[in-house]
């Protein structure tokens, strides 16, 4: 089994779509997890944490599975601005501390 | 600075020649990242630093990959006798602390080994 592993879309989705994404991770001691966007030939940037108690900033949803590994993102009323490669990054070792890593990205293409 | 420096933005180089990218981390970052993305592909993890010492080395694709930082700050990453398949961008994350928080990245090196 991969270490992070996300299915990579595309999907493609109108305007004010709700759409979800999963990314799941193989070692079950990690414990920080994240959701980066990389816009088209351009760095990642960090959207959002994800907290066991789940995190929602705006439209944007994140939630944790750890008895099944993985984590997801919604994205409610999708906006074309939405539209990117989004990156779940998961900390290789148990707790905080050490490196991040990322899966290989799932494309989101929102049309009008 | 303001975020991670990287440099050069573009490396064009001949297929044997050895070449060192450069990253700036964000003042007061601890922890450096090296990652490598070839073209329409996910990051590749390959060094990680806290400080100066390299705890996770472990993504370096062979000994021709090697990597250091110097008073807590910069890093260069060397590749020797660079090949094409080392074509890709190259890109440095830099964090707070030394827990797997928010990284920085910078906006990468485009290394094209002809």
């Known amino acids: 089994r991969k270490e992070v592993e996300q299915d990579p879309g595309p999907f493609n989705v109108p305007e004010g779509a709700t759409v979800a994404f999963n990314c799941t991770y193989s070692n079950s001691a990690s414990q920080s997890f994240f959701w980066y966007r990389q816009d088209c030939r351009k760095e990642p940037k960090l959207l959002m944490s994800v907290y066991s108690s789940g995190n929602e900033d705006g439209r944007f949803t994140a939630q944790l599975n750890r008895a099944s590994q993985y984590i997801s993102l919604l994205i409610r009323d999708s906006k074309l601005s939405d539209s990117a490669t989004y990156l779940c990054?998961?900390?290789?070792?148990?707790?905080?501390?050490?490196?991040?890593?990322f899966g290989k990205g799932t494309k989101l293409s929102v049309k009008p | 600075g303001a975020g991670v420096s990287q440099s050069p933005s573009n490396k064009v180089t001949e297929k044997g020649k050895d070449v060192e990218l450069r990253c700036d981390p964000i003042s007061g970052h601890t922890a450096l990242y090296w990652y490598r993305q070839s073209l329409g592909q996910g990051l590749e993890f390959l060094i990680y630093f806290q400080g100066n010492s390299a705890p996770d080395k472990s993504g370096l694709p062979s000994d021709r990959f090697s990597a250091e930082r110097t008073g807590g700050s910069v890093s260069t990453l060397t590749i020797q006798r660079t090949q094409q398949e080392d074509s890709a961008v190259y890109l440095c994350a830099s964090s707070r602390q030394y827990s797997a928080e928010k990284l920085f990245f910078g906006s990468g090196t485009q290394l094209s080994v002809l």
């Open positions: 990054a998961v900390n290789r070792y148990g707790g905080s501390q050490g490196n991040l890593i």
